[in-house]
T-cell receptor
Framework: GAVVSQHPSRVICKSGTSVKIECRSL??????MFWYRQFPKQSLMLMAT?????????EQGVEKDKFLINHASLTLSTLTVTSAHPEDSSFYIC??????????FGPGTRLTVL | EDKVVQSPLSLVVHEGDTVTLNCSYE??????LLWYKQEKKAPTFLFML????IEKKSGRLSSILDKKELSSILNITATQTGDSAIYLC??????????FGKGITLSVRP
């Protein structure tokens, strides 16, 4: 397998603040990383595809100015939730693509916006 | 739009039972189908299937793909309480994106 880490695992913030989540591939290089969001009792919804050195591709309905993604190296992608609001509270999961068909997921970050 | 449908949505069994979880898909340019197990955190990888009719096996879990029927099953034999989880099916289609089903919640009672 392959290992992906996320930091922090849990964050609680006040409405209006920005939160940065880091996603790292620890033992492989991920030219492509993905960011997902999962609401309670629902499946994973792809938010954006992040390619190293280029702009992220966002899914329909996901605001790129609100969810800033940076993929500066082959092992690190960051997601910044800007001016977070309670409706942004969710479980955010990243994954790194290894090879042609395999995605390995990070442990997720639970964001709670008060 | 790519689509993945899993059934049943939830299932309660007793330890020792055998379960079959179903996944069907409609995907443009199918590349592979993946099964994941999700407990409290992010999904953990179980199987990747690309060829029809070839069973993949890992301990008490096995899975097979039927490209003609656009479906896959995940079997768990001799279930244990530790098998309780959400089982996610996902398919790789065009643009290297994974489309997930809603998941099947399996509860195994002692």
């Amino acid at each position: 397998g392959a290992v992906v880490s996320q930091h922090p695992s849990r964050v609680i913030c006040k409405s209006g603040t920005s939160v940065k989540i880091e996603c790292r591939s620890l033992d492989f290089q991920a030219t492509t990383m993905f960011w997902y969001r999962q609401f309670p009792k629902q499946s994973l919804m792809l938010m954006a595809t992040s390619n190293e050195g280029s702009k992220a591709t966002y899914e329909q309905g996901v605001e790129k100015d609100k969810f800033l993604i940076n993929h500066a190296s082959l092992t690190l992608s960051t997601l910044t939730v800007t001016s977070a609001h309670p409706e942004d509270s969710s479980f955010y999961i990243c994954s790194g693509q290894k090879g042609y068909n395999e995605q390995f997921f990070g442990p997720g970050t639970r964001l709670t916006v008060l | 739009e790519d689509k993945v449908v899993q059934s049943p949505l939830s299932l309660v069994v007793h330890e020792g039972d055998t379960v079959t979880l179903n996944c069907s898909y409609e995907v443009t340019n199918f590349r592979s189908l993946l099964w994941y197990k999700q407990e409290k955190k992010a999904p953990t990888f179980l199987f990747m299937l690309t060829s029809s009719g070839i069973e993949k096996k890992s301990g008490r879990l096995s899975s097979i793909l039927d490209k003609k029927e656009l479906s896959s099953i995940l079997n768990i034999t001799a279930t244990q309480t530790g098998d309780s989880a959400i089982y996610l099916c996902a398919v790789y289609g065009a643009n290297s994106k994974l489309t997930f089903g809603k998941g099947i919640t399996l509860s195994v009672r002692p």
